[in-house]
DNA sequence: CTCCAAAATTGATCTGGGTCAACCGGCTTT
DNA sequence: AAAGCCGGTTGACCCAGATCAATTTTGGAG
């Protein structure tokens, strides 16, 4: 999905009752910085497939993820695709060197986010190292999923691939909305087998054999984790 | 190889006319600030295979790396491991989260690197946003080829990930020895295959066939490249 | 130099996951 | 409610790269 409507809305919204006032870019500031922040930023929508930013493109904009998914991939000129993330509510995009964006995020189903104009923003870090720190930090993190990612795109059998991915998705949405074995899935088969460097058919072989085996139950819009310790002992960590 | 003798010299060597000086953490130094940051760091010299620290170690080091190759790896439960990158001169090793290292790092080859305690080199940082701007200008570099390398690792073929490892490899050495068609490969062929996320049989054969056909010369400790806008090709970027 | 061990190459064979193709709902459109 | 579509599942077959198994080459040590 190409160029479309962006929804703006006037910056009603207070940072301070932010739903991920706590966890993003901005936990790093206090009381009085962020009224300053609020005047920066402004919120932003995207439809379910629309295309925040394109690898390449200039980047004029960071983006605070507020609601929604996204996934961030990088294409190879014949279509391949891999993508290198899923960002959820309180990750921050659009940190580069070289002023562009070294890959593509799309929404994936409806998406709010805070954006920023990169000029103001860099000044506004400028005499701020606290929120530098917190970015670096963020940054760092980042880092160690993406090594972790490594070790399972060049080492790890498609079982282990899928299994850590469930584990994985359902650790990150757990920090977010609480724990539980009922795993949504929003994004598509294509989305996990291009994660994970699997096809689609075998993501889906993969799944109903977790489902034959008891495992795993394959729900609406995602899977139920039925007997988790069998899915650790399959992720092999 | 495990636990081994550390040599250390008196701290004779001058920050000023280090061979790193320009494109180390210490390239955000001014002069003044640059006499402080010597008595810092001391130099330490490693032996070829001996590990610098393990994945898990808690993080009481940071390197600046001065002269030689480290091969940067995880290892699964059951010995399988992914090299997540090899580091050169320049390269700055130990930021992490939660005060742990989150990968192995072995000298490959004899290795000299500044080293620095962690709280004094902290509180050195503290002050100074411009040397921390700079340590986050080069987590994100190393973000940047990581996502690269997930592309590499996901979704292609074998043949690609060998061209585009030499090309790669050529590329780091160049900016730091100038461009060459002679590219020196320190590392086994080992590291190359875990490096790639292949076994060493398929490195081989790969370079072999890069061999027959014109493209490399298979020379002592390196390769020469033949043919390079070939080999461009073949890693199909 | 000779001997030995580790690294690299080469060959033969096997297999996990890819490819190709058919099919199956559930939604939307008309 | 029929038609069309899209995402997902399933089956049959294939192949790139893994595995297993010898050599061959290289690099020290004595």
């Known amino acids: ?5 962006v929804t703006i809305e006037p ?14 870019v901005c936990s790093s500031l206090d009381a ?9 930023g ?8 629309e295309t925040v930013f394109s690898e390449e493109d200039i980047t004029t904009l960071f983006y605070n993820l507020l609601e ?39 929404a994936i189903g409806a998406v709010t986010a805070c954006q920023f104009a990169k000029v103001p923003f860099g000044r506004f870090i400028e005499d ?21 990612h490594m070790v399972l795109l060049g080492r790890r059998s498609a079982d282990e691939k899928v299994a850590a991915f469930l584990l994985g998705w359902r650790e990150r ?3 977010l909305k609480g724990a539980s074995d009922t795993v949504p ?36 819009g995602g899977i139920s984790l039925l007997d988790p310790a069998k899915v650790e002992a399959l992720a092999a960590a």
């Open 32 to 40: 009085v910085e962020l009224r300053e922040f609020e005047h920066l």
């Open 128 to 148: 701020r190292p606290h929120l530098l720190r917190r970015i670096n930090e963020l940054a760092i993190r980042e880092l160690s999923q993406a090594r972790d």
């Open 11 to 24: 910056n009603w919204q207070l940072c301070s009752d932010c739903a991920v006032r706590g966890s993003a």
């Open 173 to 175: 949405l757990a920090s």
């Open 1 to 5: 999905m190409k160029p479309s409507v």
């Open 185 to 220: 899935l929003p994004m598509s088969r294509q989305d996990i087998a291009d994660y994970l460097g699997l096809t689609i058919e075998t993501v889906s072989r993969t799944f109903t054999k977790l489902e034959r085996h008891g495992v795993i139950e394959i729900i609406h």
């Open 68 to 106: 929604g998914v996204m996934r961030l991939y990088k294409l190879l000129p014949d279509g391949r695709r891999q993508i290198v993330g899923f960002a959820l509510p309180g990750d921050f995009l659009g940190m580069n060197i070289l002023g562009r964006h070294n890959f593509s995020a799309d």
């Open 42 to 49: 402004r919120r932003v929508h995207f439809a379910s497939g």
